[in-house]
């Protein structure tokens, strides 16, 4: 049966059957992957983006983001989720992430949720990122998700613990009125942290049993890393990424063609003004190939 959000996959191989049965949990599932990228060609990039002095500059995260949404675009099985032991495959490719509205330990924090089109490229992720962050940074606005759990922990304990047990059951077995969750990250197709925004290193953020995100991306602090390249080891400007995937919505094969992808993207960074659904060439393929 489907749901509001995905379509129901009747018919897989044998084992991606099974799994969710042997290995019910999300979180029991987790792969962790990490890599890291030249930002060479991506920070001259930005600088080519940015020469016209546009009011909200073009950055990294903005070209990570394009880059993840464009893997998961071509790649079909990156938009599979798994719920309630069934597979899903997603209606839409979207992205979540946190955006911290002052760098203060007590500075709020909001959610954002981006739900591309096909269509898309590089400019129109930056547009949708900055209207967002715009509306985000206003220290009086709450996003719909926090509010929701706002009025929750108002409400006497006695009350808001068992109706947040019934909500968490409801969503478990594919129940939830859409509504509580269309701003919720963890229904997003990835979330991503941007630890280098806040001066920290790359590293690995846990899958979540509630919701349908399978991804989960950390981006570290960009600096100074060693590269092999013509059996030499060279020292440029870079960043390391941290994926965690759930395992068992493909094989390794699959995610490794995925991750060199991504890879390309960023250091080739002129086809993330290419639209998302955009399929690669046999040259490209070969250097991915080649990784």
């Not at 073009?58 to 790649?75: E, G």
């Not at 929701?148 to 939830?176: A, G, Q, T, Y």
């Not at 806040?198 to 979540?208: A, K, R, V, W």
């Amino acid at each position: 049966m489907d749901r509001f959000d995905a379509k129901y996959l009747k018919k897989c191989d044998s084992m991606h059957f099974i799994m969710p049965f042997m290995f019910p949990d999300r979180c029991d599932n987790q792969a962790f992957f990490t890599f890291q990228i030249d930002l060479t060609n991506l920070n001259e990039y930005i600088k080519k983006k940015n020469a016209d002095g546009p009011d909200y500059k073009y950055n990294m995260f903005q070209c990570i983001v394009t880059a993840a949404l464009k893997i998961i675009t071509l790649r079909s099985k990156l938009s599979i989720f798994i719920k309630d032991r069934k597979m899903y495959s997603r209606n839409e490719v979207s992205a979540a992430f946190t955006v911290k509205q002052e760098f203060k330990d007590d500075g709020g924090e909001v959610l954002a949720f981006i739900h591309s089109k096909p269509e898309w490229n590089i400019d129109d992720v930056h547009n949708e990122l900055r209207r967002q962050l715009l509306k985000l940074k206003d220290k009086s606005y709450v996003d719909e998700s926090t509010g929701f759990m706002d009025k929750f922990n108002i409400l006497p304990k006695f009350i808001s613990r068992p109706v947040l047990r019934f909500v968490c059951w409801l969503e478990k077995h594919n129940l939830i009125p859409p509504a509580l969750v269309e701003t919720d990250p963890y229904h997003s197709s990835i979330v991503l942290a941007n630890l280098g925004s806040i001066g920290l290193p790359d590293g690995y953020h846990h899958l979540t049993n509630w919701g349908t995100t399978s991804m989960f991306l950390v981006i570290g602090k960009s600096d100074i890393m060693p590269f092999f390249e013509n059996n030499k080891t060279v020292f440029k400007e870079g960043v390391k990424l941290g994926f965690t995937i759930d395992e068992r919505i493909a094989d390794g094969y699959y995610f490794s063609k995925s991750i060199k992808m991504l890879q390309l993207f960023l250091e080739q960074p002129e086809l993330l003004d290419r639209p998302l659904n955009e399929k690669l060439s046999d040259e490209l393929w070969q250097k991915i190939n080649m990784k």
